[in-house]
């Protein structure tokens, strides 16, 4: 009658204290670096779309770097970018085309003393609108000139 196999019942007890703490440390861990990192991504993100509504600009040749700047600028204080990206704009005029760059990097201490480094370089070139936001151009050459 009903010949239940105790031993294999004890193997399906679940996971063990060190199995549950295990899952909350990784979580914990995946938390954490969600909430440092998150915000320079969301930020690198705004830039990215403020690039892309530039090159929207029909008006853009014509414009001046003041212009370019002021306009990037509005567009980020509507989307709260502060800090580095906002600092970062970089404006070399062509012959007959323009590259708009936010080239910055980020460090966020994430536990103790151990920091992430997050590097963003998103470029325009007004060339290849197309392209928006891909770094094409190396500008050490162009911050050598300066």
Same mark, same amino acid.
């Given at each position: ?7 294999? $019942?004890?193997? /399906? ?8 703490? $295990? ?84 460090? /966020? ?13 998103? /470029? ?6 197309? $392209? ?6 190396? $500008?050490? /050459? ?5």
């Amino acid at each position: 009658m009903g010949g239940y196999d105790f031993s294999s $019942l004890r193997n /399906q007890r679940g996971m063990s204290y060190w199995g549950w703490l $295990l899952v909350v440390v990784v979580f914990g861990f995946i938390l954490t670096c969600v909430s440092k990192m998150g915000p320079a991504y969301i930020d690198a993100y705004y830039v990215d779309e403020g690039l892309r509504k530039l090159a929207e600009n029909a008006e853009l040749r014509d414009m001046s770097r003041g212009d370019i700047k002021k306009e990037l600028d509005r567009f980020f204080r509507i989307n709260n970018v502060r800090g580095k990206p906002t600092k970062a704009v970089k404006i070399v005029r062509g012959a007959d085309s323009m590259l708009v760059s936010v080239d910055y990097e980020l460090r /966020q201490p994430l536990i103790y003393n151990v920091d992430v480094v997050m590097k963003f370089d998103k /470029q325009l070139n007004t060339a290849k609108p197309e $392209l928006c936001c891909k770094p094409l151009v190396d $500008l050490e /050459q162009f911050s050598k000139r300066d």
